[in-house]
C-alpha cells in the first residue's frame, strides 16, 4: 500500500479505532497507545484486511488489548478520563452528563459480549455483518445479542426512572 493510502485509512478510522479501544478500557492514554499500536500493525500487515479495512482493524484493536489485559490482569483499576463540551449551557451539559452517565451504568451492566456487541454497533457504527466477524459470532446470533441487549438496557433505564 501507498503511504497516501495509509494516512487516508489513518485519517478515516483513527475515531472509531480509539472509541472503540476506549469502550474496552475506559483509560484515555491506554487508548491512545492501544490505537497507535493497532494502526502500526495494521499497516505492517494491511494486505490481510481486504475490503472490510475497519472490522479488521477493530479485531487488530481487540486483539491487542486482550493481549494487554492478560498481561496486567488488573484492568478494573485504570482511570477514566472526562471530556466537556465547551459550547453548551451549563444545565445542558449537567443533564446531557446524568443521562450518558445512567447509559453508561446500564451498558456497564450487561454481559461482556452484548456490551461489546452493542458498543460497536452503537458508537464505532459497524453492521451487524460486522461486528458478527470482530466477535467471531454467527451473524443471526449477533442480531439475538443485540435485540436482548436493547431490551435488557430499556428495561434497566425505565426501571431507574420510576
Known sequence: MEKDILEVLYRKYTKQVYLYLYSLCHNHALAE??????????FCTAEKAGDA?????????????????????RIAGWEESEVTDGGEEILEQIIRKEQNQRL?????RLKDTER????LYY???LSQDAISRVLNLSYSNTRVILYRAKQKLKRMLD????
Open 33 to 42: 497507545d492501544l490505537m497507535q499500536e493497532t494502526f502500526l500493525k495494521a
Open 53 to 73: 479495512m475497519l472490522p479488521w482493524l477493530l479485531v487488530v484493536a481487540r486483539n491487542l488489548y486482550l493481549d494487554l489485559w492478560r498481561r496486567e490482569k
Open 104 to 108: 453508561y451504568r446500564a451498558i456497564l
Open 116 to 119: 461489546e456487541a452493542v458498543e
Open 123 to 125: 458508537f464505532a457504527g
Open 159 to 162: 426501571e431507574n426512572e420510576g
